[in-house]
């Protein structure tokens, strides 16, 4: 055991010293996370590269525990959001977060995943894979170096060893909801704004009708999905 995880605060008498260890339930429960994170393989643009870069003998992310990328969201604890998150693809970004069991991290790795990047407010762009999903470290860069992501790495290990677990989301009562798989169509539409999409879209249709004009555009009565 590391001396941090073998220093609860409490005083071990001199004869006992190397034979006794006192810790916490939550550090060593946090030791065990930190050391052996399962990152998702996937990428989505030129920052993947660079995450693949990460993973070679010269920077050698094994170092941290986390040299296994698994292929199944089931199997992974860590999406590393690396590149460009378009319309089309965020639904599938969230799907795959809602298939990745508890306790689970994200990384939005470079400008675009974090907020767009040089395509920010593009017609075929998500502004920051954020508004989607939560995002627990970000890394800056376009793209980042592997030694950006590394310190991401590091970031997200000082995270976990904070996390307690009387307080974390995946002890509290009562089953987690999934989080909204957004729709794509004419344009990207989160369902957890449905509401306000429908009383828009009926409130256009009402100008419309009122000053004389053609409506081309019905209003939205159903859930989507």
């Not at 675009?112 to 407010?121: D, L, M, R, T, V």
């Not at 894979?129 to 170096?145: I, L, Q």
Request: net charge neutral; proline share 9%; aromatic share 8%.
């Amino acid at each position: 055991m590391s001396l941090d995880l073998n220093n609860p605060g409490y005083d071990i008498p001199p004869e006992m010293m190397g034979q006794v260890s006192i810790s916490t339930l939550d550090k060593i429960y946090n030791w065990g996370r930190r050391s052996s994170i399962w990152p998702m393989m996937f990428g989505l643009a030129c920052c993947a590269i660079e995450m693949i870069c990460t993973a070679t003998s010269r920077f050698d992310f094994a170092r941290f525990g986390m040299e296994i990328m698994r292929p199944s969201p089931r199997q992974a604890d860590l999406m590393i959001v690396a590149g460009t998150v378009t319309k089309k693809m965020i639904p599938q970004i969230v799907r795959l977060y809602n298939q990745m069991p508890e306790p689970k991290y994200v990384i939005a790795m470079g400008s675009c995943a974090s907020g767009g990047g040089p395509f920010k407010e593009g017609y075929n762009v998500v502004s920051g894979v954020d508004e989607y999903v939560p995002v627990d470290v970000y890394v800056a860069g376009c793209p980042p170096t592997p030694q950006a992501l590394l310190n991401g790495f590091i970031t997200l290990q000082q995270l976990i060893d904070k996390q307690s677990i009387k307080t974390v989301r995946w002890y509290k009562k009562g089953p987690e909801e999934a989080l909204p798989v957004p729709v794509l169509g004419p344009d990207l539409m989160d369902l957890r704004e449905m509401k306000m999409i429908k009383e828009y879209s009926k409130s256009k249709l009402q100008a419309q009708q009122s000053a004389g004009l053609p409506t081309t555009d019905a209003p939205i009565t159903s859930d989507a999905g």
